[in-house]
């Protein structure tokens, strides 16, 4: 079958013939329906991240089951979607086992398309404990993408920012998963403030009925310390002081985005209005399938682009370039 794969040391993808994947006895033999694309996968790439052993990439996969391990007593129809979990967890941690299965660390885990074979290829295996089904109404692309732009913000925003009904929220980065986080936190009746740079970026956030929608350059019309919640989608340091500044006393800063390895803390005022600075890591299998209902509800509607999967080096130059709106999925 075919496969996009990462070679150590490679700046692309290596288009490639591989054997079919054999389900383990817990598998299940997914054919891919859809993929997205995604910057971790440049941060590979770029060797931020070193594998010493190749794989195939793709941690944002949709499909179909097609194949069960013998251990695997679950029925699946022809055509039913299921969605993987990425962060794959091993299910019998303390983590796993409390539901906080993004935090995994169980040695038996690894992250599928992140140093083990994913779903830049026509099948992929999957434990069968780490899919999700996929609500009818929703394509495959909507799925993939789903997986990780959605469920990131959604973790991000309700789970560490806790935000709720009346909450006011800025968020700082209307990328692809900022302009998803900008649609969970208005589903969650959240009171929403949305900034960037790029002017379309802001029209789009219009267009979801955000309350108040600015340029980043003119932020001081803003009052400061009037935010419950300030989630900053891009983590460099001039975005990191924005949100120190907005951030209420007592309030929460929810970092997501990995713009700069490192972003000072104004201890000052950290210390004497309480502020809490939140990191936040992917999401888990409870919120994925509370996130499928969210959008077959229509609350949140994903931008998606689609490409051929044969075409996944060209879309990750785009990417790398900032080429890309808001998320691309490739279809094998
Ligand atoms: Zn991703
Ligand atoms: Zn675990």
Same mark, same amino acid.
């Given at each position: 079958?075919?496969?996009?794969?990462?070679?150590?040391?490679?700046?692309?993808?290596?288009?490639?013939?591989?054997?079919?994947?054999?389900?383990?006895?817990?598998?299940?033999?997914?054919?891919?329906?859809?993929?997205?694309?995604?910057?971790?996968?440049?941060?590979?790439?770029?060797?931020?991240?070193?594998?010493?052993?190749?794989?195939?990439?793709?941690?944002?996969?949709?499909?179909?089951?097609?194949?069960?391990?013998?251990?695997?007593?679950?029925?699946?129809?022809?055509?039913?979607?299921?969605?993987?979990?990425?962060?794959?967890?091993?299910?019998?941690?303390?983590?796993?086992?409390?539901?906080?299965?993004?935090?995994?660390?169980?040695?038996?885990?690894? &992250?599928? =398309? $992140?140093?083990?074979?994913?779903?830049? %290829?026509?099948?992929?295996?999957? +434990?069968?404990?780490? !899919? #999700?089904? @996929?609500?009818?109404?929703?394509?495959?692309?909507?799925?993939?993408?789903?997986?990780?732009?959605?469920?990131?913000?959604?973790?991000?925003?309700?789970?560490?920012?806790?935000?709720?009904?009346?909450?006011?929220?800025?968020?700082?980065?209307?990328?692809?998963?900022?302009?998803?986080?900008?649609?969970?936190?208005?589903?969650?009746?959240?009171?929403?403030?949305?900034?960037?740079?790029?002017?379309?970026?802001?029209?789009?956030?219009?267009?979801?009925?955000?309350?108040?929608?600015?340029?980043?350059?003119?932020?001081?019309?803003?009052?400061?310390?009037?935010?419950?919640?300030?989630?900053? &989608?891009? =983590? $460099?340091?001039?975005?990191?002081?924005? %949100?120190?500044?907005?951030?209420? +006393?007592?309030?929460? !800063? #929810?970092? @997501?985005?990995?713009?700069?390895?490192?972003?000072?803390?104004?201890?000052?005022?950290?210390?004497?209005?309480?502020?809490?600075?939140?990191?936040?890591?992917?999401?888990?299998?409870?919120?994925?399938?509370?996130?499928?209902?969210?959008?077959?509800?229509?609350?949140?509607?994903?931008?998606?682009?689609?490409?051929?999967?044969?075409?996944?080096?060209?879309?990750?130059?785009?990417?790398?370039?900032?080429?890309?709106?808001?998320?691309?999925?490739?279809?094998?």
């Amino acid at each position: 079958m075919f496969a996009a794969r990462y070679v150590p040391g490679q700046k692309e993808l290596s288009l490639t013939d591989v054997p079919k994947p054999k389900p383990g006895p817990q598998d299940v033999i997914l054919k891919v329906r859809a993929a997205g694309i995604c910057h971790s996968d440049l941060h590979v790439l770029h060797g931020e991240v070193p594998y010493k052993e190749s794989f195939t990439m793709g941690h944002e996969a949709c499909g179909e089951v097609v194949e069960t391990g013998s251990q695997v007593t679950e029925k699946f129809a022809p055509g039913d979607l299921y969605a993987v979990h990425g962060p794959n967890p091993c299910g019998h941690c303390n983590f796993c086992r409390s539901g906080h299965d993004n935090l995994c660390n169980d040695p038996s885990r690894t &992250f599928i =398309g $992140l140093g083990q074979d994913g779903a830049y %290829a026509e099948y992929m295996k999957v +434990p069968a404990r780490n !899919i #999700v089904k @996929v609500p009818k109404g929703i394509s495959p692309e909507v799925a993939a993408v789903a997986t990780d732009a959605v469920l990131t913000p959604y973790h991000a925003i309700k789970a560490m920012g806790q935000v709720q009904m009346g909450s006011k929220v800025m968020i700082i980065g209307l990328g692809g998963l900022g302009m998803n986080g900008i649609q969970i936190a208005l589903a969650l009746g959240a009171n929403v403030t949305a900034c960037d740079l790029k002017e379309p970026n802001l029209e789009m956030a219009k267009s979801f009925g955000v309350q108040t929608v600015i340029n980043s350059k003119n932020l001081s019309v803003l009052e400061p310390q009037s935010y419950d919640v300030v989630i900053d &989608f891009v =983590g $460099l340091e001039a975005t990191f002081k924005d %949100a120190q500044n907005f951030v209420k +006393p007592g309030g929460t !800063i #929810v970092l @997501v985005g990995l713009g700069s390895a490192t972003a000072p803390v104004t201890t000052a005022s950290a210390i004497t209005y309480q502020i809490r600075v939140q990191g936040t890591f992917w999401g888990t299998h409870i919120e994925m399938e509370e996130l499928y209902d969210l959008i077959a509800a229509g609350k949140i509607k994903p931008q998606v682009e689609t490409a051929p999967l044969k075409e996944v080096n060209h879309w990750l130059h785009e990417l790398a370039e900032g080429k890309i709106k808001s998320r691309m999925a490739l279809i094998p």
